[in-house]
């Protein structure tokens, strides 16, 4: 089995914030998969669902914990440990400031790299759980990274978000089979993001 976590933070008032592309993720999975209809579990909004690769079918948990960020690893202690699952068994899908808008990788174990989520999570369950790592930029200052993390997409930033969602969900196939470089390439494909501009590429990106 396998567990599928958006991050986020629950309410309409924090939606469309950079934050919670990790929710926007789960949401395009459960449609372009047909996910069962969302119930509370976990200290989440769960759906149950089946992802069907060339290897047969995966059962899959969606989960978008209702906690608030910083508490994200409350509900996947609580899953995990009631699923008898391991952290390899876990995909979390989390916005990023150490990528350029709309790039994706993927990374297995590591550091928390200053996101509360991710920390709350490795308290839980351990580090070496998988990150699905969607790039939002980075404002420039640490002190603007708050404002800018819980501040919404502009709608100029709308469609790239929407794309880069919707790859996650067309080559999950890739990553229900642990198959997660092969994944990255696909959703890169998919969703190619804009060219760097030097900024970006100085940072590392």
Known sequence: MLILAGLGNPGPKYAGNRHNIGFMAID???????FGPERS???????????ETPAG??????????????????????????????????VVFHDELDLADGRFRMKAG??????NGLRSIASRIGPDFRRARMGV?????????LGHVLSDFAKSEQAWVADLC???????????????EKYQTEVA???PAAKLNPRAVARGD
């Open 166 to 180: 919707q790859a996650c969900a067309e080559a999950l196939p890739l990553l229900a089979q642990g198959q997660d």
């Open 57 to 90: 079918p995966v059962r899959t948990l969606l989960m978008k914990p209702q906690t608030f960020m910083n508490e994200s690893g409350v509900a996947l202690g609580e899953a995990v440990n009631f699923l008898k699952l391991t952290p390899a068994d876990v």
């Open 189 to 191: 494909r998919l969703a």
């Open 28 to 34: 395009a999975i459960a449609s372009r998969w047909r």
């Open 41 to 51: 579990r976990f200290h989440s909004l769960t759906a149950d669902g089946v992802i």
């Open 110 to 115: 590591g550091g928390a790299a200053g996101h």
């Open 137 to 145: 930029g980075h404002p420039g200052h640490k002190d603007l990274v």
